[in-house]
């Protein structure tokens, strides 16, 4: 227990500038306090300060943008994965027979994987820049947008299909994994990962 509360302490440390969290560290460490105080402490400092970020405009425009053009990703990433999933499960399903007889049909699911890829590129960059502008509007506030973000990835995958998705696919999307599992995977991975990556090089190289 004592051990996660000093991770819990380190997390939150770092939400702080670099002079203050060495300060307050050494304070921390100094009164001989327990993992439980340190979290205390740390928790009660870090609201006060993100408190005092939250009264600018910026943030919250942060907040907004994250909120509208992430709900936009996630119906687009909802899409691609659908869209790939009757491409993957055809290749899947049908591998050997395309490799001993059907050269024309592999390539034409050639084709597909460079669209497939092409479509995956480009949702993963407008995550990134979505992520970029953000924390450039969030400043030292982007934690807690970053903490939002990947909140609403998490759980803003539309569970239904958009319209016409499963008609003449039902062998595809009667597969669990398929329906329910990989929109999960391709959210996380275009959109989840390159957003907050986004976020963290703006912070890094410019902030």
């Known amino acids: 227990m004592q051990r996660f509360c000093w991770w819990v302490a380190e997390l939150l440390s770092r939400t702080l500038e670099a002079e203050e969290r060495e300060a307050v560290s050494g304070d921390i460490v100094e ?14 400092l870090v609201v006060r300060r993100q408190s005092a970020l939250w009264k600018s405009w910026k943030p919250w425009a942060a907040l907004a943008g994250l909120a509208i053009f992430g709900f936009l990703l996630s119906q687009d ?61 969030s400043g030292r506030a982007a934690l807690v947008n970053a903490a939002l973000f990947t909140l609403m990835a998490l759980i803003g995958v539309p569970m239904v299909a958009p319209h016409g998705t499963y008609v003449g696919h039902i062998a595809v999307f009667s597969v669990f994994f398929y329906h329910a599992i990989f929109p999960w995977i391709v959210q996380v991975i275009l959109i989840l ?12 190289k410019y902030a």
Do not use: K
């Open 31 to 44: 009164a001989g306090a327990s993992g439980i105080q340190a979290v205390r402490d740390l928790l009660g």
């Open 77 to 137: 990433s909802r899409r691609a994965a659908d869209r790939s999933a009757v491409f993957i499960w055809l290749y899947a399903n049908n591998w050997d027979s395309m490799q001993i007889t059907n050269a024309a049909l592999r390539s034409v699911l050639a084709q597909y994987t460079e669209a497939i890829a092409l479509m995956y590129l480009a949702l993963a960059c407008r995550a990134w820049l979505v992520g970029f502008v953000a924390g450039y509007l």
């Open 193 to 204: 990962l390159p957003g907050v990556w986004g976020m963290r090089h703006f912070r890094e």
